[in-house]
């Protein structure tokens, strides 16, 4: 493949510049304090554009569309579920969350449970993130590697190393200034790349709208309640609480509620990003089935069997023109560059307050916490690039992260309501509640390799499981009364 210079210049432009965007903030740093939350000095606009990047990773820009490729508009409804989560985040978790004070999220773990919830739900954090980030990586090599030729390893670990530099070096304020400006430029990205297939197509967005009804691919899925498949409804269920959990119980939502100058702006932040990532996802499914619409009528453009996670890059290298395939493949970026140093900085937090700091026996400097930050998001990145290349060449990067997360998550959210809506619970109870939703959590996630067919599909696991530590929590409670 010949490599169009143009191409590369844009893209390496933009690297460039936001490289040294982050690394403008490295100066500004001088307490930890700074590093983690940026001492409530950051706008509320910066933070929901912050919160609807976190969003808006490459999973998003690849996954969806790939998703809809090949499927339909099925998980349409994950999004759907946003606005009702935000809601209670707003009446709910900002309150709480901003009268703690605390950096991390799992403090409040403690305070209800003691120290082996706070270090349950935060080890749980630890695991969801380096999935996603492994996730987001693999996906950020596809383009890449569509485009210049070169193995999808090395690309992950190039990626890996340049979001760990400006990570480890910026802090929070860093993460959540090139946030904003990579969600404009992602935006950009996506509608630039509709509209041009859209001008592609002989019959415009009519015929887009005519042909892709007609083969059912803007369909929401079946409507049925359905244990086994992939229903409207499980995806709706599904998306609520992993919404919920980002919302009440994900460190790197909490670090920018606190992050805002006040209760007000924390709100906005919530609503800004949340609400402006349901018609973005809505447009990912579109240039999905467009591209599905596309490539019935033109065929030959497309090789046979190629995957469907690959097929919005390959029309991203192969039919754009020059100087715009640089200017989305640094879109992608984007998205996945954003989610990447988010998930980078709030494991670096969460390993300072929850572990470092926790179980250290003397008070530790501000020197030596911020060297502890940056050696952290050293390690987080390392292990995000190990996990990334172990992703390399699964069938569905969306699926595989849907069921991962459905794992890691341990029903960290359950625990959480507990600790909301049963202010008379003990300890030992959330402790057997956890037990039993763990267990359940294990056993069907883990029983299909060892030879046992589950009949749940693997989303429901995360929405039982939840309910499942709420409820033994709620029964036992009631019981030794």
């Known amino acids: 493949m010949i490599i169009n210079p143009l191409d ?29 939350t940026g001492e409530g000095r950051i706008p509320a606009w910066v933070l929901g554009m912050s919160v609807f990047a976190t969003y808006v990773s490459s999973i998003s820009f690849l996954a969806l569309p790939g998703n809809s490729y090949f499927k339909d508009w099925n998980g349409l409804a994950f999004s759907l579920s946003i606005p009702l989560a935000a809601w ?12 703690l004070g605390a950096e ?28 996603r980030m492994g996730a987001i990586l693999y996906l950020l090599a596809l383009p890449m590697h569509s485009l210049t030729g070169w193995s999808v390893p090395l690309i992950i670990i190039f990626t890996g190393i340049l979001v760990m530099v400006y990570s480890a070096l910026g802090g929070i304020e860093a993460v959540v200034w090139t946030d904003a400006i990579q969600g404009i430029v992602l935006i950009g990205g996506a509608l630039l790349c509709f509209i041009m297939l859209m001008i592609d197509l002989p019959d415009g ?43 009440g119980a994900d460190q790197s939502y909490i670090q920018r509620y606190i992050g805002a100058k006040t209760n007000k702006d924390a709100k906005k932040s919530v609503w800004l990003g949340s609400l402006l990532y349901l018609p973005v996802s809505m447009l990912f499914f579109m240039i999905g089935t467009a591209l599905w619409v596309y ?14 996670d690959k097929v919005f890059p390959h029309f991203i290298v192969n039919q754009l023109p020059a100087g715009l395939t640089g200017l989305l493949i640094a879109a992608i970026f984007s998205a996945g560059m954003s989610s990447l140093s988010t998930s980078v900085n709030s494991s670096a937090t969460v390993l300072l307050s929850d572990y470092y700091r926790k179980f250290s026996k003397e008070k530790l400097s501000e020197n030596s916490s911020i060297n502890f930050l940056r050696l952290s998001s050293l390690v987080v990145g ?33 625990l959480f309501l507990l600790g909301l809506l049963l202010k008379t619970i003990k300890p030992k109870t959330a402790m057997i509640a956890v037990g039993v939703g763990l267990l359940f959590i294990l056993w069907t996630s883990l029983s299909p390799f060892f030879g046992f067919s589950s009949l749940l599909h693997t989303n429901w696991v995360v929405v039982i499981g939840t309910l499942l530590i709420f409820g033994v929590g709620w029964a036992v409670s009631v019981l030794k009364k």
């Open 382 to 414: 390392i292990l995000g690039i190990l996990v990334a290349l172990a992703f390399n060449g699964v069938a569905s990067a969306l699926d595989t992260w849907w069921a991962l997360a459905s794992i890691f998550s341990g029903g960290i959210l359950g």
């Open 104 to 131: 991390s999220a799992y403090f409040f773990m403690e305070k209800r449970f003691g120290t082996w919830a706070r270090i349950y739900a935060s080890a749980c954090y630890l695991l969801t993130q380096l999935a």
């Open 88 to 99: 209670i985040s707003v009446k709910f978790f900002v309150p709480l969350y901003r009268k």
């Open 8 to 36: 590369i210049a844009v893209f390496l432009i933009y690297l460039v510049l936001v490289l040294a965007f982050g690394l403008s903030f490295y100066k500004k740093k001088r307490t930890a304090k700074g590093f983690t």
């Open 205 to 247: 967005f009519g015929g887009f709208l005519k042909v892709a009804s007609a083969n059912n691919k803007l369909s929401l899925g079946e409507m049925g309640l359905s244990l086994s498949k992939p229903s409207f409804w499980l995806i709706l269920f599904y998306g609520f609480f992993i919404n919920l959990q980002n919302f």
């Open 295 to 308: 490539y019935q009528e033109f065929p030959a453009l497309l090789p046979t069997d190629m995957a469907a």
